[in-house]
Every structure is written in structure tokens, then in C-alpha cells.
């Protein structure tokens, strides 16, 4: 389930600079009962407790930024805990994720450790109220997931948009296929938005995974014509698998069925990125690899454009595992800094991955004043 991740990592680049502040979440594509069992097993901590006091206090080592301190009493705790009270913390209560816990609250809370070893709500995460996370519960309980657990979270939010499509929605189904002698496992299928001229465009419809016969059907979609593609879930070190229907159309109240996506291979590699940061702590630096095409405005192209943001280690080195091969451009950013009024740079950097893994460097330099 980690690859999950990989479909959204444009939106991990904004959350990496903070100064953006916008709540912005990528549309989930699993179940409940698969999101809960994602969540349960990355969290550190996982409980339903009580909140006791809320407070605030300077960011560690930042003093620009607030963190939120809550004090929970445990009710119930499902992984990692045997305290009677826990602290748990948050960077994002004073932005547009702001999540309102209040003394008194009961919560369903995922904790996720973070640094100096404390302990973490996230901003997209699934913590929540007793009466939003039953689905939660009931998986941290082990039960029995409901049918309403397992009904995909877009369709979900499709008919809370509009009801209507419960009657005049239309049906796409079918299947992914997988190339000879792989293994079958699940993969992602999306509907993307067309132009007039049936050309791809950048923004999506519906995002679902396969059943784990490779089958699927996306219900409620509004009728339109759309671009059908297909991702493998799970990635290999050195693969992963994409595939291309093309363009469909679905008209009111229909249901379009036996359509076929064949997977083919695409090659990964990794890219390491030196940056020299005199002057500047190596912790406090991220670098962003973006595929060059993400900058085009070209429809109709491949819908996996893909970009990653990594921290750069204690050797001034950020490494990018299980990248596509492609052509990539590098920009290396600060903690803590405002990306619009930067105190340091660098010049463009480009670094194209193929057969061989490469290695880039990246020279910063102090921002003269204009």
C-alpha cells in the first residue's frame, strides 16, 4: 500500500514547503477498510482517547512556525502504547488544515512519529471523531468490515456531489491485464478529462483499484468521454507497470462494460543529487526532482508525468529510488524559508535518467539583493 503515495506526489512537494500553507489533499482511492489498514500499519501509535488540555508552542528549531501540543487520556489503545496519557502534536493547526480538536474531544487518533522522536497527527491523515472513523474502529477491533467499508471512497464522494448520478450516473467496468508471467495484483485505474479534440488532460475524475483478479467497475461517473489508464500498485525496485485504454465514452444511465487495459513494463532507476549548502544545516534542506514535461503544457501525453521531494542526508546527498526514467528537473529548497523570497539558490540543473543511475550536483549560492 505505500506506493498509494506515488499517485500524488506533486501534493507532497507542496506540503514539504511549508510556507504554502493551502490544506491541499490528494482524493483518496482506497476503501475505508483499506484506508484504515494502511494507516494502522504506518502509524506508530494508534488509539481512542480523550482529549485533556490543548496548547501551543514555538516550532523546534523554528521559531517562525506554531506546533499544536495536545494531551489525550487513553481509552483504548490498539498499537505502541501502555501509558495512561499521551502527548501528541500537530504544525498544521494554524493554516487552512486546521483539524479544531478541542478539550474534551474522543478521538480515533493515528500518530505518526516525527522528529526528535515525537509523536504527530497529519494534516491528510485519518484521525477524526468516534462518529467519522467507524470504519477505523471496526478494523482496529477486528471486525468485520461493513458494506459501506468497502465501497470505494470516490464513488463515495461522487454522489455526495451530486445525488443525481445515482439514477443517470454511468458504469465503466472491466479488467487489467498483466503482461505474461507476472504475477496478478492490483492496480490503480483513472478516468482523466479530454479536450474537444479527445486529448488528455491533467485533471482527474475518478481514481479506483482493481479487485485482485484485476477486475474493476467505477460506478456514478457523470457521462462525458474520458481517457482510461492503469498503474500498478506495488512497484518493483527497478518497475513498475502502466497501461493505456485510450478514450471512451459513456452516455446517461449506461454501463460500458468488458473494456481491456494492458500493462506493459517501465523501467526505474535512482538519481542522487549532491548539494554543496555552505553555511546551510543539511537537515533543514529538500530537494524536488520534477519531470520536465510536468512544465509542458502538452495534452494527450502520458498521463504518469512524475515528480519526488526527498530530504537531503547528513552526506549532503538526496536519493531518489525507483524513479521513471526520464528527464528531470532539480531544485533545491529550505526549510522554514519562503519560496518566493529565497536567501539561497542555485543555477537550473537537469539530470536525465536512463540506463545507468546518475549522480548531479547542485552549487548554492547566497541570494544577492536586487
Known amino acids: 500500500?505505500?506506493?498509494?503515495?506515488?499517485?500524488?506526489?506533486?501534493?507532497?512537494?507542496?506540503?514539504?514547503?511549508?510556507?504554502?500553507?493551502?490544506?491541499t489533499c490528494s482524493t483518496p482511492v482506497l476503501s475505508d477498510r483499506d484506508g484504515a489498514a494502511n494507516q494502522f500499519e504506518a502509524a506508530k501509535a494508534v488509539f481512542e482517547g480523550e482529549v485533556v488540555s490543548v496548547k501551543d508552542s514555538k516550532d523546534v528549531g523554528d521559531s517562525a512556525f506554531t506546533e499544536s501540543e495536545f494531551t489525550f487520556k487513553i481509552i483504548q489503545s490498539f498499537k505502541g502504547l501502555k501509558e495512561p496519557t499521551?502527548?501528541?502534536?500537530?504544525?498544521?493547526?494554524?493554516?487552512?488544515?486546521?483539524?479544531?480538536?478541542r478539550a474534551g474531544d474522543k478521538l480515533f487518533v493515528y500518530a505518526f512519529e516525527g522528529k526528535e522522536g515525537k509523536l504527530y497527527i497529519t494534516a491528510c491523515g485519518r484521525t477524526g471523531s468516534l462518529e467519522e472513523t467507524g470504519a477505523d474502529l471496526r478494523f482496529a477491533r477486528g471486525e468485520p468490515a461493513t458494506p459501506e467499508?468497502?465501497?470505494?471512497?470516490?464513488?463515495?464522494?461522487?454522489?455526495?456531489?451530486?445525488?443525481?448520478?445515482?439514477?443517470?450516473?454511468?458504469t465503466l467496468s472491466g479488467e487489467v491485464r498483466w503482461p505474461e508471467k507476472v504475477a496478478l495484483r492490483q492496480a490503480y485505474v483513472t478516468l482523466w478529462e479530454v479536450d474537444e479534440l479527445g486529448r488528455r488532460l491533467d485533471s482527474s475524475v475518478a481514481v479506483q483499484m482493481t479487485d485482485s483478479d484485476g477486475s474493476f467497475e467505477i460506478r456514478y461517473l457523470?457521462?462525458?468521454?474520458?481517457?482510461?489508464?492503469?498503474?500498478?500498485?506495488?512497484?518493483?525496485?527497478?518497475?513498475?507497470?502502466?497501461?493505456?485504454?485510450?478514450?471512451?465514452?459513456?452516455?446517461?444511465?449506461?454501463?460500458?462494460?468488458?473494456?481491456?487495459?494492458?500493462?506493459?513494463?517501465?523501467?526505474?532507476?535512482?538519481?542522487?543529487?549532491?548539494?554543496?549548502p555552505p553555511q546551510i544545516p543539511r537537515e533543514k534542506l529538500f530537494v524536488v526532482l520534477r519531470d520536465v514535461e510536468l512544465d509542458e503544457e502538452t495534452p494527450g501525453s502520458s498521463p504518469y508525468h512524475h515528480a519526488s521531494t526527498t530530504k537531503v542526508d547528513s552526506d549532503g546527498v538526496a536519493r531518489f529510488k525507483q524513479m521513471p526514467y526520464g528527464r528531470y528537473t532539480v531544485w533545491v529548497g529550505m526549510d522554514g524559508e519562503d519560496i518566493s523570497k529565497?536567501?539561497?539558490?542555485?543555477?537550473?540543473?537537469?539530470?536525465?535518467?536512463?540506463?545507468?543511475?546518475?549522480e548531479v550536483s547542485v552549487q548554492m549560492h547566497r541570494k544577492t539583493s536586487n
Request: overall charge negative; charged content about 20%.
Open 1 to 23: 500500500m505505500r506506493r498509494i503515495q506515488m499517485l500524488f506526489l506533486l501534493l507532497c512537494i507542496a506540503a514539504a514547503v511549508r510556507e504554502a500553507r493551502a490544506c
Open 86 to 101: 499521551l502527548r501528541v502534536f500537530s504544525d498544521f493547526e494554524h493554516t487552512s488544515c486546521a483539524s479544531g480538536i
Open 149 to 170: 467499508d468497502r465501497i470505494p471512497a470516490g464513488e463515495k464522494w461522487r454522489l455526495m456531489d451530486d445525488p443525481t448520478l445515482k439514477e443517470r450516473g454511468a
Open 222 to 276: 457523470h457521462p462525458g468521454t474520458y481517457m482510461v489508464s492503469a498503474m500498478d500498485v506495488n512497484w518493483a525496485p527497478t518497475l513498475r507497470y502502466l497501461g493505456i485504454l485510450g478514450t471512451v465514452s459513456l452516455l446517461e444511465g449506461t454501463h460500458l462494460s468488458h473494456e481491456v487495459v494492458v500493462l506493459h513494463s517501465d523501467p526505474l532507476g535512482t538519481v542522487n543529487v549532491r548539494v554543496d
Open 342 to 358: 529565497p536567501s539561497w539558490v542555485h543555477d537550473d540543473v537537469e539530470v536525465t535518467l536512463g540506463s545507468t543511475n546518475p
